[in-house]
């Protein structure tokens, strides 16, 4: 995937405000005063644009993998599992280097008060998009078309998909996690202004005339004109803006029709918006009756108050009163005289709308790109596929831009017990801890984690699995003899974006410091380690035994055999349910890949769970216009105890599939719902497994899956 390319051509065309000023001058027909208000309204937004841009990039540069960068335990963690602030990330590696670095070089851009100091921001970053830019010259190839196509193509989708595709309130260029913290609801009012005309701007480049007419995208930035002339307007607001998002929306199919003219009368220009608000005004008598009223009587009721109607929401309309839905509406311009709690339950439902007006959009560009066949020019599970980068990028071409890093460094002696806790959660990657006290046994002490080490070992040379066991060795110096902890990662992830690996930690396991049996036990762990490096990452460290039992204390999982003697019952009870759960959570992913599947033209048809030879085959995918079959397994994730047997699985089921279609091109696909990492794509790919993960990101960028479907809403909240 490379939409990085995407979004470094729209951070290019959004730096060029100066273009945007000029296109602004020409629509507007204003004077120099009057371009300098424009100007000051225009900022907030513009600026929100281009941070959400360059952390956008940012963040597509490290998921898409575009540099050669390594990557460590503390990457993987905090990036992905731990909610941490930048500020509160190790920096251990090349990749969190990176990160960091380009974070860093964006700082005036994001500090930016006015367009002179965003000029400044946008010159420090400038050499890094020139360093970029030749590497998208040189080393990017366009497959099924041309350059110039599969560009504009590129950019069509990850605008209107990251842009224009409602997501829990906010479109996903405002949700990536690098874009550290929420946006204050006030600021967002502020904003909506310049949001508006930069998208717009941006798509003019983007897209020809006829194209921007065919969306009404040459239109989009009256939607700001149209939220500030209601927002002046007390008894105007609800059906302003309500009368634009009704006659714009295209989700039904009985009344596209009826949208799509209203939509483009709507459209035509700000004297018949005036028109039309009039009309409203004179016939309806808005201030007494509902848009709901209204429109229950023209019989083309909108879909999201059918759904309210059925549910009982409306149970009478009195003329005589205004309904309570259009009374809540217009106290949002009243918003900053009230109190604070509906104060910001009145922000945030003008918020919603004006997300809602972009997300109206969706639909309309979605039927434009239909229309134009691009659908056909695409792979179907990445349309980024057009454009793609053979192999990972040298990092020789970003090595200036990363800050320094290093291991995590043990704090001084005379440093505070925070500094000496915070360590020891990077050392344990802010996993939990379960504490086995071994200083009078064997059997639950040194026992034990040579058997568990020897077992973990054995087990990745077993399965050709590269990653490696980790090991921690605790040295407390005191009395006669120093003594030894051992702590042993144990992995274990969940089905959905869930990691339940933990620490076991055998505390005073072995000693040190003088002959006898307690040193031998960990010497004879050490030459296990070192007879194995290719299989453990082990690491030594020195500390306090007060501070290290203190910090045991606070972080070691509870254990209560009472409470466990009690619960154990309910817990085997519950066991079946579990499992019942997991199998359905499978079943609903393999339906959405399906219906992922069956929007796409190039294939003739799609079968589910087919049974071929004994064998069952979760999606079968035959194509139109070649003898091809893809064989698809889709699996919510990978468990390292599980990699051998899934494999030989999918290799089975490719044989058995070349035997019954002689005559067809054969080619196996594994999906995930989650990321996986590097090695384990290439334990799958070197058999001529394809492997796509984290189809739980496409499943979040397409709209297909989205409406009011709860098993779709179920994934995407978990």
Sequence with gaps: MVSFIAYYNLFQEAIKFDRLIQWIKSIKNVNSEQIEEIKKELFPGLHLILISLWTGLIQKLNDEEVFDLDYDKYYIRSFHYVELKIKEIPITCERTAFIIGLLNLGKKLRKAKNYHQLDEGIEQVRPFLNDLKNVIDSKATYSGVDKTNAIKILNIYTLFNDFHNLQRNLPPCLRNTLFNGDIAAEYMLKCYYGFFYTINYIWIQILDKNELIITSLDKLYLFSEFIKSALKSKKKLFLFLKSVEEFTNYRSKENKDFYKDNAKNILEGKKIINQFSTQISQQFKFQKISLYKYLRNLNKLPPFLKILEDSGHFKKVDDSKPSKKLDHFEKIKYSLKINKDEKDSHIDLFIDYIWQIFDNFYPIISQFIDEKNYQKLIPPLFPTEIVFLKTKQNKDAVKNYLVDYSVVSLPRKDQKKREFFDFLDLKFFWYELDVLESHRSFFNGFAACKSIILGEVYFRMLNKIKEKLYVKIFKHSGGKTGSITFAILVEGYGTVSSDFSGWLVFYNAANYGYPGFGPDLYKYILKILDENNEHVNYEQIPIDSSI??????????????????????????????????????????????????????????VKWNEKLRGNQIDLMVFYKDKNKID?????????????????????????????????????????IFNFINEERKKYFESKQIKVIDNFKDIITKNRKFFGKNIFTDYFISV
């Design 548 to 605: 290290f039992l203190e910090y045991l204390g606070d972080h070691q999982v509870e254990r209560n055999i009472q409470e466990f003697n009690l619960t154990n019952q309910v817990i085997e009870e519950n066991e079946s349910l579990k499992n019942k759960i997991e199998q359905y959570n499978g079943i609903i992913f393999e339906s959405l890949v399906y219906k992922w599947l069956i929007n796409n033209n190039e294939y003739q048809y």
């Design 631 to 671: 064989i698809i397994e889709c699996k919510m994730n990978l468990h390292l105890d599980t990699l051998k047997d899934i494999r030989q699985n999918i290799l089975t089921k490719k044989r058995v599939t070349e035997k019954e279609f002689m005559l067809y091109e054969i080619e196996s696909i594994l999906v």
